[in-house]
């Protein structure tokens, strides 16, 4: 009996554990954007699998010393009073960038020198734009030619467009829910400088906390790479902004793609989703994130990143092995790429095999390229004798059409030069030997026309 009393509790317990545990899974931090210049590679079917891929942290902030910093582009002369000093990476991790948080007005764009605007993005809500750069964009050591705007406070970096912008692959100076609707100044400007771009959210209110100011905040991509965010209007504590129906995020974030093929099963409920069976679905996984303390965000506050050395911008074997200790970079001669195997292109350096190849020792790259040789060589002879046997095939083919065949062209051609006609033409060539005054000379004379 009292065997039968505790099983409906623990019944109840399990499903209690089951729906605290479904609750916590459907619940997102990512919101829907719109895309108004929406390109033809825009794919809303995705999905987001390991999107904490690394465990992140963000260490507690520690206080130094007033000194001077050296900051990113065409700044670096600049001189600024040290407000901290900080790691803003995941703890233990600096392979991707180096942060400071520091207090200076220096960095500031002044953009009323006919900025660019965008009349969506001055009076939208969730709203992104994609503009061209006049230069490369160097993020995470890929090549970014484009950027999307975004009217909550943040640039989405990828090519691969689709709504969910918040989730990963962004610089956030700072993500929040925006609204350039309220307020008759709000504005969104940006402006490309040839060496850096500068965007700009100036007067932009908080959708859910439009009571405040307005806030005004910048950032600004070098050409070389670094990342500046610049804070003129914090007119709110950013611990203090409402996460509830948009993420808050200040940093930078990468993520690589894995395309598989799946079946999306009809259904009457679902009809309009028919026409998807047999997709392929895009699982985007991200593997690094730079997260800056949101305590130490205030006005005239700067964010400084400055990029560090990626596998993925080698260009040969030699530079690719040599590469700093941050990675163990690996040279894919089947791809003639360099990387540790997480970037971008991870599904590439998968399906090429590249993961167990060798990434460092004397020798290693002239090793691979005697091997590659050697697979160079042996195709090559493998071509040769596969063309030899193709003529080969071809000639046969030919005499036995021809043999076959009498009176076509090529059947008249090898009766006229079958062996028995060829002996008697030259039978019938004549020989001699004639005197002149250059000395003896051998004539021939041939009278196999009249056979």
């Known amino acids: 009996m009292a ?14 554990i089951i729906l605290f545990s479904l609750v916590d899974f459907i619940k997102t931090e990512d919101v829907p954007y719109t895309l108004l210049n929406e390109p033809s590679n825009f794919n809303p079917v995705i999905s987001f699998d390991g999107h904490y891929i690394n465990k992140r942290q963000a260490p507690s902030p520690s206080t130094t010393s007033p000194g001077t910093t050296s900051g990113p582009g065409t700044q670096s002369t600049q001189s600024t009073s040290t407000l901290s000093t900080i790691d803003i990476k995941d703890q233990g991790s600096h392979k991707y960038y180096t942060s400071k948080v520091v207090l200076s007005d220096k960095y500031w764009d002044e953009l009323n020198d006919l900025p660019a605007q965008h009349a969506s993005l001055t009076n939208g809500h969730r ?36 709504s969910w912008l918040t989730a990963t692959q962004y610089i956030a100076p700072l993500m929040a829910n925006f609204d ?23 007067d932009v209110y908080l959708q859910d906390q439009n009571h405040t100011n307005p806030f005004s905040f910048q950032t600004t991509l070098h050409k070389n790479g670094s990342i500046v965010f ?21 940093g930078v974030s990468d993520a690589f793609y894995v395309d598989a093929t799946v079946n999306v099963e009809k259904n ?10 047999g997709i392929t679905r895009r699982t985007i996984y991200e593997y690094h994130r730079v997260e800056v303390n949101l305590t130490l965000i205030e006005e005239n506050t700067v964010v400084l990143l400055e990029p560090l050395l990626t596998c993925n911008v080698a260009s040969n074997c030699e530079t690719c092995i040599q590469q700093n200790a941050n990675f163990e970079c690996k040279w894919c001669s089947a791809i003639s790429r360099c990387s540790d195997g997480i970037d971008w292109h991870r599904q590439e350096w998968l399906k090429a095999g590249c993961t167990s190849l060798i990434s460092s020792g004397k020798g290693s790259c002239s090793e691979m390229q005697r091997q590659k040789n ?5 195709g090559g002879i493998i071509g040769i004798v596969l063309v030899l046997l193709i003529l080969i095939v071809a000639i046969v083919g030919w005499f036995v059409y021809a043999y076959r065949n009498p009176t076509s062209a090529s059947g008249m051609w090898l009766m006229e030069h079958r062996p028995s006609v060829m002996k008697q033409k030259i039978a019938n060539m004549k020989f001699w030997k004639r005197t002149t005054e250059t000395g003896d000379k051998y004539k021939i004379e041939s009278s196999a026309s009249e056979a």
């Open 180 to 202: 350039t609707t309220i307020g008759n100044g709000s504005d969104i400007l940006y402006k490309d400088y040839t060496d850096r771009f500068v965007v700009e959210w100036r």
């Open 268 to 277: 009457e409920t679902e009809y309009k989703y028919s026409e998807l069976e």
């Open 374 to 378: 050697t697979q160079q060589a042996v």
């Open 127 to 162: 709203i992104a734009v994609t503009v061209g750069l006049t230069f490369g964009f160097p993020f995470y050591g890929h090549t970014v030619k484009k950027v999307t705007i975004a009217t909550g406070g943040f640039l989405y970096m990828s090519p691969f467009l689709h």
């Open 3 to 16: 065997m039968t009393e505790q099983v409906p509790l623990q019944v109840f317990i399990y499903l209690g």
């Open 230 to 250: 610049g804070y003129r209007q914090v007119p709110l504590d950013v611990t203090e902004i409402i996460t509830a129906n948009h993420p808050v995020k200040i």
